[in-house]
């Protein structure tokens, strides 16, 4: 019913850049927050940067003033531009997602998921 595709990982050298983006697709009412979130081997799961659907945003302390997320309320994107990269940052990030549709004759909010995409950063 919604989909969330992310694209822009990859190999990266220390103090490199890489920009990720996800794009939410299927039967969406309107989109809530929009987050990504990472995983490295061994490790829990962790919010990175969240952003509202106003534009507040939220970032945890080992990113900030390295990373931006942004979106676009039009096309239904997220975007996390990454700076200054850190082999600590080596992980699966997922983008994250709460949406409303049409459910019925009213609506429902869901949680969702992207696939996740691969972020290595290199000594």
């Known amino acids: 019913q919604v989909q969330l595709v992310e694209s822009g990982g990859g190999l990266v050298q220390a103090g490199g850049s890489l920009r990720l983006s996800c794009a939410a697709s299927?039967?969406?009412?309107?989109?809530?927050?929009m987050g990504w979130y990472r995983q490295a081997p061994g490790k829990q799961r962790e919010l990175v940067a969240r952003?509202?659907?106003?534009?507040?945003?939220d970032y945890a302390d080992s990113v900030k003033g390295r990373f931006t997320i942004s979106r676009d309320n039009a096309k239904n994107t997220v975007a996390l531009q990454m700076n200054s990269l850190k082999p600590e940052d080596t992980a699966v990030y997922y983008c994250?997602?709460?949406?409303?549709?049409?459910?019925?004759?009213?609506?429902?909010?869901?949680?969702?998921w992207g696939q996740g995409t691969l972020v290595t950063v290199s000594a």
């Open positions: 299927g039967s969406i009412f309107s989109i809530n927050a």
């Open positions: 952003i509202t659907s106003g534009g507040s945003t």
């Open positions: 994250n997602t709460d949406v409303t549709v049409v459910h019925g004759i009213g609506f429902r909010t869901l949680e969702r």
